[in-house]
């Protein structure tokens, strides 16, 4: 029960999107309007005999050299244990930094509502929330997103505990 190129392009035809299929390299290629990045492409791709799906934002960033570059790779696994799905790739030849989500198919059929998330969230997840995060640690040095350890703690504990301490605090400042 393998995906094909004609089951994506049937999903993306259901949501009006435009999109160009290359069907030699199994894959089905598409854009939109971004605040964060000039040209947000995605590349959905199919491999295993259709059994594996991709998708792609190439070039997120390009990062060859950089004095943050250490801090940047940080926060991308930062970002990617803080988020469901979101992974980072980087090639080393030329410095390209791209997202991506991994969608396993194996036995299974992708269905629209699997498809429509994982695009929806692909887009979202890279231009709203890593890009600001990764521009803001290029320009600065400084994550953003980082919590401080107190922060840290306060989530690891469970909620109930967390609103007893709350309250066990604000009965020592009356």
Request: glycine content about 6%; cysteine-free; charged content about 25%.
């Amino acid at each position: 029960m393998a995906t094909e190129l004609k089951t994506i392009a049937e999903y993306l035809n259901n949501n009006d999107w435009k999109y160009y299929t290359d069907a030699k390299n199994d894959r089905i290629v598409t854009g939109v309007k971004a605040d964060n990045i000039e040209q947000f492409l995605i590349s959905i791709q199919l491999s295993e005999n259709g059994e594996f799906i991709q998708f792609i934002v190439p070039e997120i960033l390009k990062v060859k050299d950089h004095v943050f570059k250490g801090l940047l790779f940080q926060t991308m696994l930062t970002i990617q244990n803080e988020i469901k799905m979101l992974r980072f790739g980087y090639d080393p030849d030329d410095g390209e930094i791209y997202g991506f989500i991994d969608f396993p198919l194996e036995d299974g059929v992708l269905t629209e509502k699997q498809f429509n998330r994982a695009l929806k969230a692909l887009i979202y997840l890279v231009d709203t929330t890593a890009m600001p995060r990764l521009k803001a640690v290029l320009a600065t040095g400084n994550d953003p997103g980082k919590k401080n350890t107190v922060e840290e703690l306060l989530d690891a504990l469970p909620d109930d505990l967390v609103a007893m301490l709350a309250q066990a605090i604000a009965s020592r400042q009356q």
